[in-house]
């Protein structure tokens, strides 16, 4: 099974591990673990530590928590092996023989949220873009300019994308990055899952910045090239973490998409488990989304496509697909409408496993876009969705940076301005509603007013 390995290792590797410009390996890190089958191509990570405001339990998501990075306190995460047949064997014998090793955690694999079905697409790129009122956010300065888009999926096409929009756009090859063993241009991968992203999340924000982090394109013992390992995007967050403490903090703006999740418990550790990922708020990877939201990220995920009506045939969990980081109370979930409004069938419903309301809101989904998949294949699935609110999202910053609007000030606004689906405020069909982003322009306008 594949394995992230977190230690405490002394300080002075610590402060290696977490200094972006030195460079660590893992066999600075634990020169031999027993059993263990270390990866030397993955980099270290260092992870923060949670620390609650209020003195509450350290590893509880659902309250004020800051992180700290220093020597003395933080982690350091490496990537591993150990056989199926001596796993429960090492789990025990792991922190006995090896006193810097804290956990051993599930590494599971993620894949991407394509959709099931082969209905045709419902209405098109332009119709997605009067539902948004682009027109209306470009008018109030609302266009991504200067803010910094980052896609996680498979890599993005950059001519392909240009051509479908007709425009010119932006990428940042240097604030880009590539997991260990992946090769290949940032801008100039094949064009697929990645492409339709890239081009979802800049209908509302074609002035935005995108940074490629083709964190699906790892490739497992048996694997496909469009899955790839937890353990990538927890060095993708770590790059980004950077990328957003490289920003002035009166002006931070980095927004974070992923239509991407783990699908089956089959590559976890069972709910309950130290090292389970799918439920569990210690887990390395949750702790890292939590500090990269705290330090003025605003991270979207995809909720899934295991709607009730129609599953993707990778969905194994009986019930409460919505797992791990896609359920974290500090990102947006993303189910799916399309244009006319109503859920398509295969959006995953909640309750969501860290944070029971999820998802947060719907996005538009199953349009006519990026001919990714070709001309008459739709841009679809929540995997389309959540690029699409991301481009709102993108949109907000160029005005309202996280030092004038915390990405939880926007969490809540973008919910309570939601289109409201059902009597009670909120159900885990749609969430709190379909976005509005008239409404997001309104309450902007209030709230600069009051603030003036």
Not at 45 to 61: E, H, I, N, Q, Y
Not at 91 to 116: K, S, Y
Not at 187 to 194: L, N, Q, S
Request: charged residues 20%; contains cysteine.
């Amino acid at each position: 099974m594949r394995v992230l390995i977190q230690l405490r290792p002394s300080p002075d590797v610590v402060a290696a591990v977490a200094d972006p410009g030195a460079t660590a390996t893992t066999a600075d890190v634990a020169d031999g673990l027993p059993g263990v089958a270390l990866d030397p191509s993955f980099t270290p990570v260092a992870v923060p530590r949670p620390m609650p405001v209020t003195g509450g339990d350290p590893l509880s998501l659902n309250q004020a928590l800051t992180f700290s990075l220093a020597a003395e306190d933080a982690t350091v995460m490496v990537r591993g092996e150990i056989s199926d047949d001596e796993l429960s064997t090492r789990l025990t014998l792991l922190p006995a023989l090896h006193r810097d090793v804290v956990g051993v955690f599930a590494d599971p694999v993620i894949e991407p949220n394509p959709t099931c079905g082969g209905d045709g697409p419902v209405g098109d790129w332009h119709d997605v873009e009067r539902l948004l009122d682009v027109a209306g956010l470009g008018a109030e300065g609302m266009d991504g300019s200067g803010v910094a888009l980052a896609v996680l999926d498979t890599g993005i096409n950059t001519a392909h994308v240009t051509h479908r929009l007709g425009r010119d756009l932006t990428l940042d090859a240097a604030r880009s990055w590539n997991p260990d063993g992946v090769h290949g241009t940032p801008g100039g991968f094949p064009v697929d899952h990645g492409s339709m992203c890239a081009f979802d999340a800049l209908i509302a924000a074609p002035r935005a910045t995108l940074l490629d982090l083709p964190v699906l394109l790892s490739r497992r013992p048996g694997g496909s090239a469009l899955d790839g390992m937890l353990s990538d995007a927890v060095a993708a967050f770590a790059h980004l973490r950077t990328v957003l403490e490289d920003q002035p903090a009166e002006s931070r703006a980095l927004v974070i998409t992923n239509s991407w999740g783990s699908f089956s418990p089959r590559w976890d550790f069972p709910v309950g488990h130290p090292g389970n990922y799918s439920d569990n708020p210690a887990h390395p990877f949750n702790l890292i989304v939590s500090s990269l939201e705290q330090a003025g990220a605003d991270v979207l995920f995809a909720a899934g496509n295991c709607g009730r009506e129609c599953r993707d045939s990778r969905c194994a969990y009986p019930d409460r697909p919505i797992t791990g980081a896609n359920s974290h109370p500090g990102v947006l979930s993303i189910g799916g409408v399309d244009t006319a409004g109503e859920r398509v069938g295969y959006s995953s419903q909640g309750p969501g496993r860290l944070t029971s309301r999820k998802p947060d809101i719907c996005s538009y989904t199953h349009f006519s876009g990026s001919g990714a998949f070709g001309d008459r294949e739709p841009d679809s699935g929540t995997s389309a969705a959540c690029p699409v609110a991301a481009g709102v999202v993108a949109a907000v910053r160029t005005v309202w940076p996280a030092s004038r609007l915390a990405p939880a000030q926007l969490r809540t606004l973008l919910r309570r301005t939601a289109d409201d689906r059902s009597d009670v405020g909120f159900d885990f069909d749609y969430g709190y509603g379909v976005i509005d982003a008239s409404g997001v322009i309104s309450s902007l306008r209030r709230r600069a007013a009051r603030v003036a």
